[in-house]
């Protein structure tokens, strides 16, 4: 009879163990999820505000026309080709804020430090909505490499989650100008 109990105990101490463990990976899955929407968010107002830079007439017309075409190819583009539209648009910021005069004689035109404070806070929160979506990520690779998660298939049918990897280094000019 204790050998009974005892292999009862035993199945509920694993019974509890695998729900906690399924509980947690659920919720580093919806904290994946959160991360990647609010990723999805800083990417799309980096975009918008660099599309409207673009068309408000400040740059000169080829950054311009560079930075719209950047800037609309990251907002259109389709998921499985968002890294590089998005890599693509940190390159073509950094081409058209190279230099500090070019930052200067936007400033200067109308509207134009508003513009650049905008696009500065969205160039600079996009690493790290990347940083948080990418170590939510990390932390749920770890959990789902474990044995017992892959026997007892406790990821269910999750995708395995993957990082977002893109170029997001700010524009020198542009990050200086936002540290001040």
Do not use: C
């Not at 991360?35 to 980096?46: K, P, T, V």
């Amino acid at each position: 009879m204790t050998t009974l109990i005892w292999i009862v105990v035993a199945l509920v101490v694993i019974g509890v163990y695998l729900s906690w463990t399924a509980g947690r990976l659920d919720r580093l899955h919806s904290r994946i999820d959160a991360a990647r929407a609010a990723l999805d968010a800083q990417l799309l107002r980096r975009a918008s505000v660099a599309q409207e830079l673009a068309t408000a007439g400040v740059l000169d017309p080829a950054a311009s026309i560079v930075l719209y075409q950047a800037a609309h190819a990251a907002r259109q583009t389709e998921e499985e080709h968002r890294e590089v539209a998005e890599s693509e648009l940190s390159q073509a910021l950094r081409a058209v804020f190279a230099e500090p005069p070019q930052v200067e004689a936007v400033r200067e035109a109308p509207g134009g430090e508003e513009s650049l404070t905008e696009l500065g806070e969205a160039v600079r929160r996009v690493p790290m909505a990347r940083r948080f979506h990418n170590d939510a990520v990390r932390a749920a690779r770890a959990v789902r490499k474990h044995r017992v998660v892959r026997w007892f298939r406790l990821a269910g049918h999750a995708p395995f989650p993957l990082a977002f990897e893109m170029d997001d280094e700010p524009p020198v000019a542009l990050g200086d100008r936002t540290s001040h």
